[in-house]
C-alpha cells in the first residue's frame, strides 16, 4: 500500500477517537480487526480492517498518553492481537464447517482471484501460510477459511493463527505507538514493518524447502 495513502487513512481513523472517546475505540478497533477476517469484511474494506486500522491505533495511544482519556497501547495492543486470532478461528470454522459453497456464493471479480491466490499460496507453504497470510491484506482473509476447507490439523492451525495474529495484531500497534512517541522510529516505521513480513517469508522459505528435502 502506498505510504501516503496509509498514513492519509490512518489520520482519518485516528479522529474517530476524538468523536467516540477511548472506551468505544477499544471496541471499534477490536471489532474491525475482528470482522475483517472472521466475518470477511476485509474482502471489501482491507484497509480500514487491517494494517492502517492497527497502526492508526498505536498512534491514538501515543497521543492520549498521560492524559484522563488514555488509550493504554498494551491493552490495545494484545487486544487487537486476541480479535485477530478470534477472527481467523471463526473463518477456519466457516471454512471447514461449510466449506466450497461458502466461498463460491461471494460475488466479485476480485474476491475470486484472491481466493485462487490464496489456495496456491496455502498449497506451497502449509503452516507459514497462516502466519505470513496475517501480513498480507488480501490472504489474511482467505487464507484461515482455505485452512479449513482443506481439513488442516486444528491444533497446527491453532498454533500458526496464535503466532501469526499475535505477531501482526501486537507488532503493528506498537509500531504505530512508537512511531508517534519517538520521531527516529517515525520514519523508520515501515521498515520495521517490512522486516516482520521479511522475516516471516525467509523462515518460510526455510520450512518449505526442509519439507520438501523430507
Not at 480492517?49 to 493504554?72: C, R
Not at 497501547?73 to 471454512?95: F, K, N, P
Request: aromatic letters at 18%; glycine letters at 12%; hydrophobic letters at 55%.
Amino acid at each position: 500500500m502506498n505510504p501516503v495513502i496509509h498514513l492519509a487513512i490512518s489520520d482519518e481513523i485516528a479522529t474517530w477517537y476524538d468523536q467516540i472517546g477511548p472506551w468505544l475505540f477499544y471496541g471499534v478497533v477490536w471489532g474491525l480487526v475482528f470482522a475483517g477476517t472472521g466475518l470477511f469484511v476485509g474482502a471489501f474494506v482491507p484497509f480500514v480492517t487491517g494494517d492502517s486500522l492497527v497502526f492508526a491505533a498505536g498512534l491514538v495511544a501515543a497521543g492520549s498518553a498521560g492524559t484522563a482519556a488514555e488509550v493504554n497501547i498494551w491493552v490495545m495492543a494484545i487486544g487487537v492481537g486476541v480479535a485477530a486470532w478470534l477472527g481467523d478461528q471463526v473463518g477456519y470454522a466457516l471454512g471447514r464447517h461449510f466449506g466450497r459453497p461458502y466461498l463460491d456464493k461471494r460475488e466479485g471479480k476480485w474476491l475470486r482471484s484472491a481466493i485462487a491466490k490464496s489456495e496456491a499460496f496455502y498449497n506451497a507453504w502449509g503452516w507459514w501460510a497462516v502466519v505470513i497470510s496475517r501480513f498480507m491484506p488480501w490472504a489474511r482473509v482467505i487464507v484461515p477459511a482455505i485452512a479449513g476447507i482443506s481439513r488442516m490439523n486444528y491444533y497446527k492451525f491453532f498454533s500458526a493463527n496464535l503466532v501469526g495474529a499475535l505477531t501482526w495484531g501486537t507488532g503493528l500497534t506498537v509500531t504505530g505507538y512508537f512511531a508517534a512517541s519517538i520521531p527516529a522510529v517515525k520514519n523508520a516505521s515501515y521498515a520495521i514493518a517490512f522486516f516482520f513480513i521479511l522475516a516471516s517469508l525467509v523462515a518460510g522459505f526455510r520450512a518449505w524447502m526442509k519439507n520438501r528435502a523430507a
